[in-house]
């Protein structure tokens, strides 16, 4: 599918300000393919659907999960998860997307995952630091992402975690897997 075709798709699916977001995620995850050898085609395919079912109502969501069979902690844990495995599913149901590395990468980039691959971390931390983010910190993560995506990757999960504690809610354990593998086996201490 082209660009103009994907966009119009996801376009009708979120809203404006949803889209601008959107834009800012393609255009980091090329960049982002570019520095560190991603496919360049297959990154602004799953940047342009990562969002698709962010504004999906939760019942939906909710009976996809389970219609699915997908990982029912899901709905043990934040509603904020759900729109990443339902988005890879419903991209593949409804535009016809079959390519099973986009699909991961649209399915795991707000929790991440254990081993992810090259694509799925360019989506996670284009999502994270695209022009329009201004988290707290988002300045060191995309200062990291111009030479060391695993380095950025690291900062914006970590970055992630912390939100999530001082706001006293649950973290996936997935997040927490993702983290720890990455720290653990991470060279140079970030
Ligand atoms: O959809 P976006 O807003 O562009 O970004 P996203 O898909 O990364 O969603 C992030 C939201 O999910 C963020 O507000 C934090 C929230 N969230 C809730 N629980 C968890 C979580 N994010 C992660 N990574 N892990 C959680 O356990
Ligand atoms: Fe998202
Ligand atoms: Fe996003």
Do not use: C
């Not at 219609?67 to 409804?94: C, I, T």
């Not at 630091?129 to 999960?157: M, W, Y």
């Amino acid at each position: 599918m082209n660009r103009e075709e994907a966009l119009r798709l996801v376009k009708e699916q979120i809203t404006e300000h949803r889209y601008i977001h959107t834009l800012g995620v393609v255009d980091t995850a090329l960049q982002l393919a570019k520095r560190f050898g991603g496919d360049t085609q297959k990154a602004e395919l799953a940047a342009i659907f990562h969002d698709y079912a962010k504004f999906r109502p939760k019942e939906e969501m909710k009976e996809i999960i389970i219609s699915q069979n997908m990982r029912e902690d899901l709905l043990v844990y934040n509603p904020e998860l759900w729109h990443a495995p339902v988005g890879a599913f419903l991209v593949e149901k409804e535009a016809g997307i079959t390519d099973r590395e986009v699909l991961d990468a649209i399915n795991y980039h707000t929790s991440g995952r254990v081993n992810m691959t090259l694509l799925e971390k360019i989506i996670f931390v284009a999502d994270y630091i695209e022009p329009g983010r201004s988290f707290p910190g988002v300045e060191e993560v995309r200062k990291t992402a111009e030479s060391d995506l695993d380095g950025a990757l690291i900062q914006s999960l970590r970055n992630t975690i912390s939100f999530l504690l001082l706001r006293n809610q649950a973290v996936y354990p997935d997040t927490f897997h993702t983290y720890n593998h990455l720290i653990l086996n991470a060279k140079e201490k970030i």
